[in-house]
């Protein structure tokens, strides 16, 4: 039963990359300029504002996936 688990395992990752790609390619697709402005703003965010916006982000991310699983 372990390799079922270890194939289902790299399946179901595979296929969430392939989904945060589809996400993450939404606003340049729709909004090019203004992506392009947003990037460009958190190229000035100090490293520490930024580590705090990731670790929100991670934790608002592991609730829901606790949440929906």
């Not at 179901?12 to 390619?25: P, R, S």
Request: net charge neutral; charged share 15%; proline share 3%.
């Amino acid at each position: 039963m372990k390799g079922g688990f270890e194939l289902n395992f790299w399946h179901e990752l595979a296929v969430a990359f392939c989904l945060m790609m589809v996400i993450e390619g939404i606003v340049p697709f729709i909004a090019p300029r203004r992506w392009r402005s947003m990037v460009q703003f958190l190229a000035e965010v100090d490293d520490r504002s930024m580590r705090i916006m990731g670790l929100i982000s991670m934790l608002i991310g592991t609730g829901v996936l606790y949440l929906v699983n």
